[in-house]
């Protein structure tokens, strides 16, 4: 059965560089398919279903790691095509510090511009998780060692009350009091113990500006106040929901956030 990859690069050039050099270190490997940014990537990956992803970090419109992120999310919804997640590969342009970085992290990279010797490697070690069918459970620890790779930006004032519409008013709710924040369509709905309100900021700028000891990403559109956090099950898929402490809801774990919720 024929190994099949997806390549996800914005510039063609490197895209058939880059393929060219599989074919020639791999030639029993299949390139199903090129994708021109990781919006695209993800529908495709969706569709074709490969074995081995090549994500470029730094795409326009939703960069390698957001791909992945979404991908990793959208896959388990897919139970009729339950086949494993891809082994993925970041590309990247990151001096040699990231490069050690990455080594430490046992993660899979390419170093633009691709070098055949490094491809090497890693072909050799992508034959040797897909033969043993290695699942994707080293997916978060990578999507979270490049996080921290990316070049930080100055951080922004937290906020302590969040203003939000109910009605033709705008009422005042103390971060504090927030069970849950999550994205629906253009808005995202704040969602305390007793109430709900809508606001315009977008998910990932308001993440941004809350208190990572207290509130935590569990998926692509919902961030949740750890503190009001009851209990995660886990169901026989491998699947976990949130159980919270003052709301009936049950919030949904994206695999690439489940690490957060592993027995100590």
């Not at 009422?171 to 606001?199: C, G, W």
């Not at 750890?226 to 049950?250: E, F, I, Y």
């Amino acid at each position: 059965m024929s190994i099949r990859a997806l390549i996800a690069e914005d510039e063609p050039i490197l895209a058939a560089v880059l393929a060219a050099s599989l074919r020639r270190l791999w030639p029993e490997l299949e390139i199903a398919g090129t994708a021109p940014n990781g919006v695209a990537a993800v529908e495709q990956a969706l569709a074709l279903r490969p074995d081995i992803l090549f994500f470029d970090i730094k795409m326009p419109g939703q960069s390698g790691l957001e791909a992945a992120e979404e991908l990793a999310e959208r896959w388990d919804d897919m139970v009729e095509n339950a086949a494993p997640f891809p082994q993925v590969v970041f590309v990247t342009a990151y001096d040699e510090v990231a490069v050690q970085a990455f080594e430490q992290a046992a993660a899979d990279y390419v170093l633009k511009p691709v070098n055949d010797a490094r491809l090497a490697r890693t072909v050799e070690r992508l034959r040797a998780r897909i033969a043993s069918r290695a699942g994707d459970g080293g997916l978060a620890g990578l999507v979270g060692q490049l996080q921290a790779l990316l070049p930080a930006a100055a951080a922004p004032e937290r906020l302590s009350m969040i203003r939000a519409a109910v009605g033709n008013t705008v009422r005042m709710i103390p971060v504090h009091e927030v069970v849950f924040f999550q994205a629906l369509d253009k808005y995202v709905n704040v969602a305390t113990a007793d109430s709900e309100a809508l606001i315009r900021l977008p998910l990932k700028d308001l993440l941004t500006q809350l208190d990572p000891a207290c509130f935590q990403q569990v998926s692509r559109s919902t961030v949740v106040n750890m503190r009001c956090v009851a209990h995660a099950g886990r169901d026989a898929a491998g699947k976990v929901t949130l159980h919270l402490r003052n709301r009936p809801d049950k919030l949904r774990v994206s695999p690439v956030y489940a690490h957060l919720f592993r027995q100590m």
